[in-house]
């Protein structure tokens, strides 16, 4: 089936429920950039597949980890559950996560227990699914600092655990990074990392690379500067610690650090690239998602956004951030770095998900790659071996940059649209978000599609206005996030890696905060801020199968085989995050600046939804 | 010590006189519990001795809800509710009800006072030196002596002292004073009030030449008029407390003196027919 291509781009949308009005699919056009140069370098090519660590384990009876595997894939093998019989799904229990915040995580499956973890204060929850109903079996409270809560900056929220020969890891939002004995629930060790004292938070999942646990820091809105710590899974020790900013030796970049382009090439970068010691409240956090391959054994993840975010005082590159990191899962040694976004001007951090790919190749071995898509708006193909830069397409609406140069490899800015002192900008696209923020897309070993969970906002540029923080006054810009392009703020989007298009893309109303799952029964899961949990035909976009949860949804669907043999499916009802600020924070719909400006692009979403915090698990009857 | 930041359920500590009556008002303050010179848990703020000044016109205690007055501060609470002022803020922000402001503080060069004194941003001798400015997060703001340092392409001899600081020291905010008193840099380009704090308390003798404004950049004033805040709702305590600000404005003059507070106004008491006969 890998060589099935759907050629249906248009579709109409069935007539499903009467709620349905603010989705549809249509024709899905990649949103044009007001300048191409970037190319579909891989046009004409067979579709990527999956690598072979990638592969099943046990059937996919299991989700382990919130990427499904190190390639962060987010498929299933699994296909009981299909385009045909989905419409059946019900809802067989629900569990209330004890806490109405912002849920981001993903439920793990692991032996016939499930585990998930609550956003801020982090509890640990197992569940045990051979009993009806799924009872609680343990949980575990970790001990926290409350002060953690006033320091995050988007929500108090978790983004899940990982589970690794028979222990759960996940972080603290209050800086530590935790393993608990999956049977019992007892805490096998805690090692503190990060310092709330200085504004740094920790709220990504854990990614276990052989026997180490990959951890990354949050917080570069506060000036702290980003670092990815490696642990000893067993002790808790840190192994290495590689920082964003700063000199080489601190970078952990030696002799094996060979970048595929020249502007990497060089020594203390990370240093050079700043004005004066600026590099040392840089950003460049880690708060996003680790892949690992263990052929090559490198850990893959993105930085943050350099600070501090107004950039008129940090000329320069500002390397390490808004850029990948590959690293050698042992050491920590750098082996090459790609930079998205040079010198960073709105925000557009660069830690989404990399997802492992490998491109056939008629002439021999296959290319090993990887998939990922920015903040910026474009999604690029790298060559994961060697950080080549193989194609940069836009799939969101772009002003403030012209496209990616694919011989330099830097993005080219469009000036017109960059935020400066004493200048009103309109329209700029996309807005700090990104055109799409941390919420992870799935990739179809199937297929080769990926599937994009995203955004679509814009914002203006307005009169300055005061402000005030620490005993500081100063004056800033008014930011005023707003829709894109079409009213709507977010889509689901299938892409063609292949092709460097969308194959199809269904509009919502709200961003598209939510990961996504896709499954070997062509269907893939989403769900939507106003509360909807969706199936669609992966193949077309048609919609199959939806059930309106509680709240709003930001969380990671997953799949697994329970112990009676049946597909599940997992999802975290629960609004919240940046984008769900306004309900899960009660911020004033009037303050449109509230939450970095994106309270004004959400001021209607307390209108359809509450704060909520529950699991939902799906079955056919 | 975790109860640096105290959650708001746990913050409400009674300053003041002890069990008083059931009818006796309250000042509910909302402060940051470790933001000197402003405010201060243990009450050594000019805040909390101007907080104090406010309480005793009104015949209230005060009480206070502490919190790190970063983002979120106003949200967490004024505006939730659990408190009603905000001792500290520039007048007209737009989500309070400013009183009239009692003092007028500007950005300041703090220097070692065997220094030649800056003339302005557009001094040559600024480029030579080593400048040190304090650096908001990720708001998409800096404050306006970046803005006017950036806008003539001073980068490079520029270093960056983050505004929330240490939280976990005495004085998150000290640093970037201590820098010039131990000679790190050359020149800080600070806000007043914390600039004459802790000028007074370094050991090398410091000088502060105030920032009125910069002509090339009037979108960035170095300027600011500070007021109480209460929410907008709040009429009548706004204008009890522009009462008690007026009838005490020797004793508020004498505490922002004390603190070093480098003035721009005139910290003269109005005359006593003025008040009263105001339209």
Not at chain 1, 343 to 348: G, K, L, Q, R
Not at chain 2, 134 to 154: E, H, S, Y
């Amino acid at each position: 089936m890998r060589n099935f291509h759907p050629i249906f781009a248009v579709l109409a949308a069935l007539p499903m429920t009467a709620t349905l009005t603010t989705a549809h699919a249509e024709d899905a056009q990649p949103p044009p950039s007001s300048a191409s140069i970037s190319t579909g370098a891989l046009a004409d090519k067979a579709p990527p597949v999956a690598p072979s660590f990638a592969g099943p384990v046990q059937g996919d009876a299991e989700w382990s980890s919130p990427g499904r595997d190190s390639a962060l894939t987010r498929y299933s093998t699994l296909g009981d559950i299909n385009v045909s019989n989905v419409k059946n799904l019900r809802n067989v229990f629900t569990f209330s996560m004890g806490v109405n915040r912002g849920q981001e995580a993903a439920p793990l499956v692991v032996g016939n227990t499930l585990y998930v973890v609550s956003p801020y204060p982090n509890t640990l929850y197992a569940l045990d699914l051979t009993q009806p109903g799924a009872p609680l079996k343990w949980r575990y409270d970790p001990p926290q600092d409350e002060a953690a809560q006033g320091v995050a900056c988007c929500d108090v929220v978790n983004r899940g655990a990982t589970y690794s020969d028979g222990k759960l890891y996940f972080n603290t939002l209050d800086g530590s990074t935790v393993a608990v004995d999956a049977a019992t629930g007892k805490e096998a060790w805690r090692t503190k990392l990060a310092t709330i004292q200085m504004g740094e938070t920790m709220t990504m999942a854990p990614l276990v690379a052989k026997d180490k646990v990959i951890v990354g820091n949050s917080g570069g809105e506060l000036g702290v500067r980003g670092w990815a710590i490696a642990l000893d899974k067993n002790t808790g020790k840190v192994v290495w610690k590689a920082y964003s900013t700063g000199p080489d030796k601190e970078v952990l970049i030696g002799p094996d650090f060979k970048p595929h382009y020249a502007q990497y090439k060089g020594s203390d970068l990370g240093v050079g690239t700043w004005p004066a010691d600026m590099w040392k409240q840089g950003g460049g956090t880690v708060w996003g998602w680790v892949s690992y391959d263990p052929d090559l054994n490198l850990v893959y993840y993105g930085t943050s956004n350099p600070g501090p975010w107004n950039s008129s005082m940090r000329p320069g590159d500002n390397l390490w951030t808004a850029g990948i990191f590959a690293r050698d899962a042992d050491t920590g040694e750098a082996r090459w770095f790609y930079q998205f976004s040079p010198h960073d001007m709105s925000d557009y951090d660069g830690v989404n998900e990399n997802i492992l790919i490998d491109l056939p190749s008629a002439s021999g071995a296959a290319r090993k790659a990887l998939v990922h898509p920015d903040r910026n708006g474009h999604i690029y193909v790298i060559d994961r071996v060697t950080g080549e830069l193989l194609s940069a397409e836009p799939f969101h609406h772009i002003t403030s940059t012209k496209g990616v140069d694919l011989k330099s490899g830097r993005l080219v800015y469009n000036e017109e649209k960059q935020p400066q002192p004493n200048k009103f900008v309109k329209d700029i696209c996309p807005a700090p978000p990104g055109a799409k923020d941390w919420q992870p897309a799935a990739f179809s070993h199937k297929t080769g599609h990926l599937f994009l969970p995203h955004n679509n906002l814009c914002m203006d540029l307005k009169e300055t206005e005061v402000g005030y923080i620490a005993g500081t006054p100063y004056v800033g810009a008014e930011v005023l996030m707003k829709a894109g392009p079409g009213g709507y703020r977010g889509a689901f989007t299938a892409w063609d890696i292949s092709a460097g298009k969308a194959l199809w893309s269904i509009k919502e109303r709200f961003p598209v905060w939510s990961g996504a799952l896709v499954t070997d029964g062509d269907v893939a899961f989403y769900g939507t801020m106003d509360g909807w949990f969706k199936a669609v035909n992966a193949n077309t976009g048609e919609p199959l199968w939806q059930f309106k949860t509680s709240s709003g949804i930001i969380g990671q669907p997953t799949t697994w085989r329970g112990p009676d043999n049946k597909q599940y499916i997992g999802i975290l009802s629960g609004v919240g995050g940046w984008s769900g600020a306004i309900v899960a924070g009660d911020l004033d719909a009037r303050d449109g600046t509230a939450a970095l400006g994106f309270v004004n692009a959400m001021k209607d979403l307390p209108s359809v939804t509450t704060k909520g915090g529950t699991l939902y698990v799906f079955a056919l009857p | 010590m975790s109860s640096r930041f105290p959650s708001l359920i746990a913050i409400c500590l009674v300053v003041g006189t002890a069990a008083t009556p059931v009818a006796a008002r309250e000042m509910r303050v909302c402060a940051d519990p470790n933001n000197l010179p402003f405010s201060k848990q243990d009450g050594s703020g000019f805040e909390n001795k101007i907080a104090d000044i406010i309480a005793q016109e009104l015949g209230a205690t005060v009480t206070y809800t502490w919190f790190a007055q970063r983002r979120g501060f106003l949200r967490n609470t004024l505006n939730a509710g659990v408190c009603d002022v905000v001792i500290g803020y520039p007048r007209n922000y737009q989500i309070l009800r400013s009183t009239r402001p009692y003092y007028r503080s500007s950005y300041v060069f703090v220097q070692r006072a065997d220094e030649k004194p800056i003339a302005g941003y557009d001094d040559p001798a600024l480029r030579q030196m080593q400048i040190g400015v304090q650096l908001i997060g990720d708001d998409g703001a800096n404050t306006p002596p970046v803005a006017a340092l950036a806008k003539r392409g001073m980068t490079a001899n520029v270093h960056g002292f983050p505004v929330y600081g240490d939280y976990r020291t005495a004085a998150p905010l000290a640093p970037i004073v201590d820098a010039v008193s131990k000679g790190t840099i050359d020149v800080a380009v600070v806000w007043g009030p914390t600039a004459g704090y802790f000028a007074k308390h370094e050991d090398t003798p410091l000088k502060l030449t105030p920032i009125l404004f910069d002509s090339t950049l009037l979108s960035q004033p170095m300027t600011f008029d500070i007021a109480v805040g209460v929410r907008k709702t709040e009429l009548a305590l706004s204008d009890e407390i522009d009462r008690a600000l007026r009838n005490r404005r020797a004793d508020i003059n004498a505490v922002l003196q004390s603190y070093g507070v480098p003035r721009t106004d005139t910290p003269n008491p109005a005359p006593a027919s003025v008040v009263g006969s105001m339209p």
